[in-house]
């Protein structure tokens, strides 16, 4: 019974000063600094949170139905990215706002959820969902959402439904992993990385 009450926040709380420390390691960085990568295979640090923020949207948004329709176009801002290898070119303004804004979501989430809500399932979305998400990007991203659509139709993949437990664990762990990786771009260019204590 007691489960039932206790919040998950707290046993996250580390995902909040580690979204901090991300925020702050991107906030000052100019267009040319967000450009950057390790090698011309990698992608920049800019693509890299732009990733971040999109699956953030994607899972908790999109999967989940969480938060506001002001998070819709996030859900698929990466897909360029994705898709294509392509730059969005997002400020250092307009990533920090997404960071922020993806994170509010989930903290909220966390502190609304329960260790019982951890097993809800989410069933996957199938194609006509998926066009429907694919119809709400801005018109720029149009070519890569049809890209996204092509390339998941043909796979012909059934993707399995997901849990709670899932989402959270699996958006934690790329935002650290990403994470990493925008913390070596920033330090192999002489630049603060993303400070951990």
């Known amino acids: 019974m007691a489960n039932e009450q206790l919040s998950l926040l707290p046993f996250y709380a580390?995902?909040?000063?580690?979204?901090?420390?991300l925020v702050a390691a991107i906030a000052p960085l100019?267009?040319?600094?967000?450009?950057?990568?390790?090698?011309?295979?990698?992608?920049?640090?800019?693509m890299y949170v732009t990733h971040i923020v999109a699956n953030?949207?994607?899972?908790?948004?999109?999967?989940?139905?969480?938060?506001?329709?002001?998070?819709t176009p996030l859900e698929l801002?990466?897909?360029?990215?994705?898709?294509?290898?392509?730059?969005?070119?997002?400020?250092?303004?307009?990533l920090v706002a997404g960071l922020e804004k993806t994170?509010?979501?989930?903290?909220?989430?966390?502190?609304?959820r329960t260790p019982a809500d951890l097993e809800q399932v989410f069933p996957p979305l199938d194609q006509a969902e998926r066009v429907r998400h694919a119809k709400l990007v801005e018109p720029a991203l149009q070519p890569y959402a049809q890209m996204w659509l092509d390339a998941s139709a043909r796979s012909g993949e059934v993707r399995p439904a997901v849990s709670c437990?899932?989402?959270i664990w699996g958006v934690l762990e790329h935002?650290?992993?990403?994470?990493?990786?925008?913390?070596?771009?920033?330090?192999?260019h002489g630049l603060p990385v993303v400070e951990m204590d």
Request: proline fraction near 2%; charged fraction near 20%.
């Open 14 to 21: 580390g995902w909040g000063a580690y979204n901090q420390r």
């Open 30 to 46: 100019t267009q040319a600094q967000l450009a950057l990568r390790t090698t011309p295979q990698h992608w920049s640090i800019g």
């Open 77 to 94: 801002w990466a897909l360029g990215v994705c898709e294509a290898d392509v730059d969005p070119g997002h400020t250092a303004a307009e």
């Open 165 to 167: 437990q899932q989402i």
């Open 103 to 112: 994170w509010q979501m989930i903290e909220d989430v966390l502190a609304r």
């Open 56 to 71: 953030r949207a994607w899972w908790f948004h999109a999967r989940m139905g969480e938060g506001g329709d002001d998070l």
């Open 175 to 188: 935002d650290i992993f990403h994470g990493s990786e925008i913390s070596t771009t920033l330090g192999v």
